[in-house]
């Protein structure tokens, strides 16, 4: 390669001013990808006991991470829109990153629920509520707002059909998070408050279950009836298994919290939401088989350039496989829990992957192109 096809080849030199204006809205993915990867690996895939301490232990650290992501990128995305507020806005009815802003609300819903997992580690029990219940209201409230206002902006803007993919299931995903943030808090008031939790988290489940399905028919026509996407989005069609993984959590969640509201039906609520929830992952199993296919495909093609969509690849992933963690130990079946550390395994090499190309890319400046 020549002296002048490198330069010509460089990555620009943003000022740290251009870089907050053009701060990709995708960024909070990261912190969901790595809180879920915090969850799961403190839950212990295979339930090996003497790797117990040590998954106990490494999801600690990558809690700790998450919490310093979250933190840093909540700043940043704040300087964005009080500082450089038409860019952000031109961002937000963009067809493809306008979507991705519902990962701010994402994150900070998924460090709720990464609370009250790995709190016993970290937190006593008063300030993980205290945590959890703050965070989830912000992330909430944020959640319903960006989950309306986007879809306002697809409604009035009048998109091509062919702009539709798989970053329209972040807002419905987010939706279905918000549940099992809720479900923690429910142990923790009293039995108005509680029932009054319980109702709502069942609510915004079928919110954002409905978009999803919504959102779901929008793509399959788009799959179907147009050529495939351009190589770039390629990892948005693997957000599909998010809100799959997610709405095979979030019954069962809100199923065991609400235990004692069911009263002697409380069995058959708990058998009813693992029934539906099984049902739930089932449909993610195809869904992963696609993506994997279609993903093949595109690596045959050319391959998939790298830029800050490829987290898509693994909070959606993360969230099958916490799915698969508990519906492997709700039927106590070695299978299921076997095939859950399989995903494990590539959920902890997608995001090594991802982490190790978003630091290069930071290092020699290209993460910060469009």
């Given at each position: 390669m020549s002296i002048t096809s490198r330069r010509a080849t460089a990555a620009p030199k943003l000022p740290t001013a251009g870089r907050m204006r053009d701060l990709n809205p995708g960024w909070f993915a990261s912190a969901m990808g790595t809180g879920i990867l915090a969850v799961t690996t403190y839950t212990n895939p295979g339930g090996w006991a003497p790797l117990a301490s040590a998954a106990r232990g490494l999801g600690v650290a990558l809690a700790l991470v998450a919490y310093a992501l979250g933190v840093l990128l909540l700043v940043a995305y704040a300087i964005r829109w009080v500082a450089h507020t038409e860019a952000a806005l031109a961002d937000f009815r963009h067809p493809v990153k306008g979507a991705m802003h519902a990962t701010l609300p994402g994150g900070l819903l998924v460090l709720a629920v990464m609370t009250s997992v790995v709190s016993p580690s970290l937190l006593s029990p008063s300030t993980a509520t205290w945590v959890i219940g703050a965070v989830a209201a912000v992330g909430g409230i944020l959640a319903f707002v960006m989950a309306v206002a986007f879809t306002l902006t697809l409604v009035t803007g009048e998109p091509a059909a062919a702009s539709v993919n798989g970053g329209w299931f972040i807002p419905p995903v987010v939706t279905i998070i918000m549940p099992m943030a809720i479900a923690p808090l429910i142990s923790h008031v009293d039995?108005?408050?509680?029932?009054?939790?319980?109702?709502?988290?069942?609510?915004?489940?079928?919110?954002?279950?409905?978009?999803?399905?919504?959102?779901?028919?929008?793509?399959?026509?788009?799959?179907?009836?147009?050529?495939?996407?351009?190589?770039?989005?390629?990892?948005?069609?693997?957000?599909?298994?998010g809100p799959i993984g997610v709405a095979s959590l979030a019954p069962m969640a809100l199923a065991r919290a609400g235990a004692p509201l069911w009263g002697d039906a409380s069995t058959a609520v708990s058998l009813l939401t693992r029934l539906a929830s099984t049902a739930m992952w089932g449909f993610g199993l195809?869904?992963?088989?696609?993506?994997?296919?279609?993903?093949?495909?595109?690596?045959?093609?050319?391959?998939?350039?790298?830029?800050?969509?490829?987290?898509?690849?693994v909070f959606p992933l993360?969230?099958?496989?916490?799915?698969?963690?508990?519906?492997?130990?709700?039927?106590?079946?070695?299978?299921?829990?076997g095939f859950a550390v399989v995903l494990f395994a590539g959920l902890l090499a997608a995001w090594g992957i991802v982490t190790a190309r978003t630091l290069i890319g930071i290092r020699s400046g290209r993460i910060w192109a469009s």
């Open positions: 039995p108005a408050a509680a029932g009054l939790l319980t109702a709502l988290g069942f609510a915004l489940f079928g919110m954002g279950f409905l978009l999803f399905l919504l959102t779901l028919g929008l793509l399959y026509d788009r799959l179907i009836l147009h050529p495939l996407h351009p190589a770039p989005l390629a990892p948005t069609i693997w957000i599909g298994l195809w869904w992963l088989a696609l993506a994997a296919a279609l993903l093949v495909r595109y690596v045959r093609k050319g391959g998939v350039p790298f830029h800050l969509g490829w987290w898509a690849f993360g969230a099958y496989t916490a799915a698969t963690l508990t519906l492997a130990r709700s039927w106590h079946s070695p299978v299921l829990e």
